[in-house]
C-alpha cells in the first residue's frame, strides 16, 4: 500500500515536472517565431519565386534563426501603414526590416509622402520596443532623393540603413528575373548582405 502511493506521487510529481518544461518549450518557440520579421513589398515577399527562395527564407537559414516573411508585392508605403500593427507589432518582434518605396513611383506618391510613411513605420516599431532597421530593396530608392531621405530617417532615429546590399544585383542582369526583382540566386545575394549588416543588432 504504502509503495503504491510512492508511485503515484512520483508519476504525479513527474507529469507535473514534464508539464512544465513543455510550457518553457512553447514560449521559447513563440518569442522565437516572431524574433525577426522582413516587412516589404514584393522584394521581400520573393516575387516570382518558392517561398524557400525568398531573401528572408535564406536570411534565417545564414543566421539559425526563424525569420518570418511578411511581404506583399505591389504595396506602396501607404498601404503598409495600415497593417503594420496587425501584421508585425502584434508579433512582438526583436527586430523589423522596413523595406518600402520601389512601388511609390508607379502609383503617384510623391517623395515626401514616401519618406514619411517610413519614418512613421520607423517610428511605431520603437514605440513598440522593438529594433528596426531600413533596406534599400530596389534600384529607384537608391535616387538622391530618396536615398538622402532615409539617410536622414536612419541618422535622425539612430537606426541601421542597409543601401548597398542590391548594388550586385543591379550589376549583374544574372541575378534578376527582370529589371527589378531578383531570382533564387539574387535573393540569396541579398540575404547575405542583410545578415551582414544586421548581425551586430542581434
Same mark, same amino acid.
Given at each position: 500500500?504504502?509503495?503504491?502511493?510512492?508511485?503515484?506521487?512520483? !508519476? /504525479?510529481?513527474? #507529469?507535473?515536472?514534464?508539464?512544465?518544461?513543455?510550457? =518553457? *518549450?512553447?514560449? +521559447? %518557440?513563440?518569442?522565437?517565431?516572431?524574433? !525577426? /520579421?522582413?516587412? #516589404?513589398?514584393?522584394?521581400?515577399?520573393?516575387?516570382? =519565386? *518558392?517561398?524557400? +527562395? %525568398?531573401?528572408?527564407?535564406?536570411?534565417?537559414?545564414?543566421?539559425?534563426?526563424?525569420?518570418?516573411?511578411?511581404?506583399?508585392?505591389?504595396?506602396?508605403?501607404?498601404?503598409?501603414?495600415?497593417?503594420?500593427?496587425?501584421?508585425?507589432?502584434?508579433?512582438?518582434?526583436?527586430?523589423?526590416?522596413?523595406?518600402?518605396?520601389?512601388?511609390?513611383?508607379?502609383?503617384?506618391?510623391?517623395?515626401?509622402?514616401?519618406?514619411?510613411?517610413?519614418?512613421?513605420?520607423?517610428?511605431?516599431?520603437?514605440?513598440?520596443?522593438?529594433?528596426?532597421?531600413?533596406?534599400?530593396?530596389?534600384?529607384?530608392?537608391?535616387?538622391?532623393?530618396?536615398?538622402?531621405?532615409?539617410?536622414?530617417?536612419?541618422?535622425?532615429?539612430?537606426?541601421?540603413?542597409?543601401?548597398?546590399?542590391?548594388?550586385?544585383?543591379?550589376?549583374?542582369?544574372?541575378?534578376?528575373?527582370?529589371?527589378?526583382?531578383?531570382?533564387?540566386?539574387?535573393?540569396?545575394?541579398?540575404?547575405?548582405?542583410?545578415?551582414?549588416?544586421?548581425?551586430?543588432?542581434?
Amino acid at each position: 500500500m504504502k509503495l503504491n502511493f510512492i508511485i503515484i506521487i512520483f !508519476i /504525479i510529481v513527474l #507529469g507535473v515536472g514534464f508539464y512544465y518544461v513543455l510550457s =518553457l *518549450r512553447a514560449v +521559447n %518557440s513563440e518569442f522565437d517565431k516572431g524574433s !525577426i /520579421i522582413c516587412f #516589404g513589398d514584393s522584394i521581400t515577399e520573393g516575387h516570382r =519565386l *518558392r517561398r524557400i +527562395n %525568398s531573401y528572408p527564407y535564406q536570411l534565417g537559414l545564414l543566421l539559425g534563426k526563424e525569420v518570418v516573411n511578411t511581404g506583399i508585392s505591389g504595396e506602396t508605403s501607404s498601404e503598409a501603414l495600415l497593417r503594420l500593427k496587425k501584421d508585425v507589432l502584434e508579433r512582438k518582434p526583436r527586430l523589423v526590416i522596413v523595406q518600402f518605396g520601389g512601388n511609390d513611383p508607379y502609383r503617384q506618391i510623391p517623395c515626401e509622402e514616401t519618406l514619411k510613411n517610413n519614418d512613421l513605420i520607423v517610428e511605431q516599431v520603437l514605440n513598440a520596443g522593438a529594433v528596426p532597421a531600413l533596406l534599400i530593396g530596389e534600384f529607384n530608392m537608391l535616387e538622391p532623393q530618396y536615398l538622402e531621405g532615409l539617410r536622414e530617417i536612419a541618422r535622425r532615429r539612430e537606426i541601421l540603413l542597409i543601401e548597398d546590399a542590391i548594388d550586385e544585383i543591379i550589376r549583374d542582369p544574372k541575378s534578376r528575373i527582370d529589371d527589378v526583382h531578383p531570382n533564387a540566386a539574387g535573393q540569396k545575394i541579398l540575404a547575405q548582405n542583410v545578415a551582414r549588416a544586421i548581425k551586430p543588432l542581434l
